[in-house]
């Protein structure tokens, strides 16, 4: 017997190169995945400058939605549905509706405004899927949502190569798009102090999201005499990504909100180590190998100053450095992929559809 169909709506922008993002890369992993375990998967890319979209594409949108037949499960990505209440709610009546949230409006600088809408959204919706335990938890008490429709689907991991690294210590990776949120104007502070030892850090990440937070940041760089050392690359894919992730004897992560940290566990699933803040999901994603040990340091966001004594540790002590990078290769063989990923989620859909009978 075939498995009913999943239509899965997601940004237009899911596979563009130029504006790589986490929730992008679990919409494309997990419809990849759930289409090769052989749950048939119809996706419906809708263009738009989500989660503000011009009226051309809320109508796209509208359209899109229409055409669904009644009944039909439906996965949207939050993104896309929870800026739009008066084109998402009025379907979620005659729709098996699940909104997938990877990082609720609210948490992203500049838009609280949205955050009556995404609750209006939520509470239509058949079924919530958050990405972390830590977010289901805090979506809950957010939205104060019923518990029992709210699901932790975690990202999966795809199996990498242990980084070769550069001389083990000296090469610091950030892999973030680069906005308020992901704290960069917090490491450049940090970095700054720590001047006097040897290190390069390479920030990996689109730098179209906030031009304004970008051109202040350069300034930063040029004002600490960092030019040189700091170095904003841009995007990477595919192949560049996994260089610079090779080349990488830490990845450092100065988020100050952060659902759950899809690059940590990119990063452990090479064997590197984390210096990261401890922000809401980050903890548990970093997580602790089969001994207990945790594979990386934690900061508080938003301190400059506990984030260059961390990294300051990390650079001066070969033993520190050496424990981590254990613990990181440890935790590397307890990574879930996405197969898993698939699983759980298909799992929830059909409660989703089941209730609906």
């Known amino acids: 017997m075939t ?15 130029a504006a790589p993002s986490g929730g992008n890369r679990y919409d494309r992993r997990l419809c990849d995945e759930l289409a090769a375990s052989g749950r048939p998967v119809r996706e419906v890319a809708v263009p738009g400058a989500w989660p503000r979209p011009d009226e051309r594409d809320r109508d796209g949108l509208a359209r899109a939605l229409a055409e669904f037949p009644d009944g039909a499960v439906v996965l949207i990505d939050g993104l896309v549905a929870c800026g739009v209440p008066d084109v998402v709610v009025p ?32 509470e239509s919706a058949g079924a919530v899927i958050v990405t972390s335990p830590w977010a289901k938890d805090h979506l809950i008490a957010h ?104 080349a990488a004897d830490v990845l450092v992560l100065a988020s100050r909100a952060e659902t759950f940290g899809m690059v940590v566990t990119e990063a452990l699933a090479r064997g590197v180590p984390v210096v990261a803040t401890s922000v809401d999901g980050v903890p548990d994603t970093l997580g602790w190998d089969p001994t207990g040990a945790v594979p990386g340091l934690l900061v508080p966001p938003d ?51 089941r209730e609906a009978r």
């Open 3 to 17: 498995a009913p169909e999943i239509r899965v709506v997601v940004p237009g922008g899911i596979d563009d190169t």
């Open 91 to 122: 379907e979620a009546g005659r729709l098996r509706l699940a909104v997938l949230v990877h990082l609720p409006l609210a948490d992203e600088p500049g838009q609280a405004d949205l955050n009556a809408g995404e609750r209006k959204v939520l």
């Open 143 to 246: 939205h104060g949502l019923d518990p029992s429709r709210v699901h932790a689907v975690v990202p999966g991991t795809d199996p990498a190569p242990l980084a070769s690294g550069t001389d083990g210590a000296t090469r610091l990776l950030c892999v973030a798009s680069v906005t308020p949120r992901k704290g960069h104007d917090v490491l450049v502070e940090a970095l700054s102090t720590i001047t006097h030892l040897p290190w390069h850090c390479e920030c990996v990440g689109p730098l179209g999201g906030d031009p304004g937070y970008v051109t202040k940041l350069r300034r930063s760089i040029g004002g600490h005499d960092l030019d040189g050392r700091v170095e904003l690359r841009g995007p990477l894919t595919g192949k560049r990504l996994d260089d610079a992730y090779a």
């Open 303 to 353: 301190d400059p100053g506990a984030l260059a004594a961390a990294l300051r540790r990390w650079l001066v002590e070969p033993e520190l450095r050496g424990r981590l990078r254990a613990a990181a290769r440890l935790r590397r063989g307890m990574l879930p992929g996405w197969n898993d990923t698939a699983r759980r989620m298909a799992t929830v859909l059909s409660r989703l559809r």
